[in-house]
Each structure stands twice: as structure tokens, then as C-alpha cells.
């Protein structure tokens, strides 16, 4: 689909969508963000969808955050939501974002050395130990 003609749909929607009763609810049901889930009517599910899909032609606009776009759920969301997002960001590729970076096999250096740096040590106290024992 051509973007105009999404961008159109989405105008459209925005005129047609209910307001009144769209309200949703973002909670953590148990002690960690693998147990959240979304509660909300009909009209708050709508409405949340078409901010998504805003959020596809938005412009990065957030501080220094370049990949930032802006997400208005401030009018659907429930006062007792327990989860809140920080921002919302739009990237072209997710493989880029999320490389891993060079700093994984350093970090297996730095473990192994200090890995090594308990061996001699508890081998010097060992030796050390038994020199006071027998003298």
C-alpha cells in the first residue's frame, strides 16, 4: 500500500474512532514483565491501535533520542495502570538495533581473569596456611 493512502486511512480513523469509554489498562499481574497483561473496552483497544499506526509516520522528535517517536496514550490510559513505557521508538531495522556489540568478549576476558586471579589466591592462602600450621 502506498504510504499517502495509509496515512489517509489513518486520518480517517482518527475521525471515526470513538473517544468516549476507550480506556486500557497496562498491569503486572505477577513479579516480573513476563507476567503483564492489557485489559481494555472495546473503544481503548481502537483507539490503541490507531496510536500505533500514528506512530508509523510520526517524526522522530524526542530530545536526543534519534530513533524516538511520540505515542499520545496519556487519554486512554487507566489511572491504575501499573506498567508505563519511557518512550516509544521507530527503527528500520531490528537486526541493526539490536547487534550485539564488541564488548561481549571482553567482558569473557575480564571474567576469566578475575576467575584466575581467585585460583592464585586461594592457592597462595592454601600454601601460606600450611606453612604457619607446620612451622
Not at 469509554?21 to 514483565?33: I, R
Not at 581467585?118 to 592462602?125: A, D, F, K, P, R
Request: net charge negative; hydrophobic share 45%; proline share 4%.
Amino acid at each position: 500500500m502506498e504510504r499517502e493512502r495509509i496515512a489517509s486511512i489513518i486520518a480517517e480513523l482518527e475521525c471515526i474512532l470513538p473517544v468516549e469509554n476507550a480506556k486500557v489498562l497496562f498491569t503486572q499481574y505477577g513479579g516480573g514483565p513476563d507476567e503483564s497483561k492489557i485489559v481494555a473496552t472495546e473503544n481503548g483497544y481502537l483507539r490503541l491501535g490507531l496510536e500505533f499506526l500514528k506512530a508509523a509516520f510520526a517524526p522522530h522528535s524526542i530530545g536526543n533520542m534519534p530513533s524516538a517517536v511520540e505515542v499520545k496514550l496519556e487519554s486512554i490510559l487507566s489511572e491504575e495502570s501499573t506498567i508505563s513505557f519511557d518512550w516509544f521508538e521507530r527503527v528500520d531495522s531490528l537486526d541493526q538495533r539490536f547487534k550485539p556489540t564488541n564488548t561481549t568478549p571482553f567482558l569473557g576476558y575480564v571474567a576469566a581473569l578475575v576467575f584466575g586471579l581467585l585460583i592464585v589466591m586461594t592457592v597462595v592462602g592454601f600454601v601460606t596456611t600450611i606453612r604457619w600450621l607446620f612451622t
